[in-house]
């Protein structure tokens, strides 16, 4: 079993839309999540962290953690095909962040 | 634009052959971290390195390994390569913060 599981995509939404992105974690024990942005051919960016349990919203981004189903999300609202590339779910484990494979979504104009 | 520069960003290696990647932190960054992203996975870790000792390390083989330097620019260091070595080397570097900060990377291919 992977340690962080994403659905590998492509998701694909209209310019406007809602995009959801999902990931499962193994490891009950961590308690930092990020989600991080990779365009084609680029290094990740980091684009939101969160600890507790619950939502966390920076602009467009929501993030959301469910510790007790091992669950974490990102909703991109207003989808704009800017957005349109993979977004890593990571998991912080001691010194070291664990990523998920990735899922690559796709925003149509 | 992070700080954290990488050279070189492209290179072709044969099997067998050894390769140095670089990497210079973010100024005031005391750790980094290398990551190896094989085509259509995340980042694997390899290894980390705090004020120029390795301070833990990723499921990789001896043959890779690494440096710090008083500077905290680091190296990466692969002896005998094989095909599956195939990928794009990411360093990051940390502060304080402990957010990481990556390069642009150093993309090898092995033939």
């Known amino acids: 079993q992977k340690e962080v599981e994403q659905n590998s995509g492509p998701l694909s939404v209209p310019e406007g839309a809602i995009a959801s992105l999902n990931c499962t974690y193994s490891d009950r024990g961590s308690q930092s999540f990020f989600w991080y942005r990779q365009y084609s051919g680029k290094s990740p960016e980091l684009i939101m962290f969160i600890y507790s349990n619950g939502d966390k919203e920076d602009g467009r981004f929501t993030a959301q953690l469910n510790k007790a189903s091992q669950y974490v999300s990102l909703l991109i609202r207003d989808s704009q095909p800017s957005d349109s590339a993979t977004y890593l779910c990571?998991?912080?484990?001691?010194?070291?962040?664990?990523f998920g494979s990735g899922t690559r979504l796709l925003v149509r104009p | 634009e992070t700080g954290v520069t990488q050279s070189p960003t492209h290179l072709i290696k044969t099997r067998g052959q050894q390769v140095t990647l670089r990497c210079s932190s973010q100024?005031?960054?005391?750790?980094v971290s290398w990551y190896q992203q094989a085509l259509g996975q995340g980042p694997q870790f390899i290894f980390q390195?705090?004020?120029?000792?390795?301070?833990g390390r990723g499921n990789f083989p001896p043959r890779f390994s690494g440096l710090q330097f008083p500077n905290y620019s680091s190296e990466l260091n692969v002896n005998a390569l094989e095909l599956d070595d195939s990928a794009l080397y990411l360093c990051a570097s940390s502060g304080d913060t402990g957010e990481l900060f990556f390069g642009e990377g150093s993309r090898l291919t092995v033939l």
């Open positions: 390195y705090y004020r120029e000792e390795e301070n």
């Open positions: 100024s005031g960054h005391n750790t």
């Open positions: 990571v998991m912080d484990s001691s010194y070291k962040l664990i």
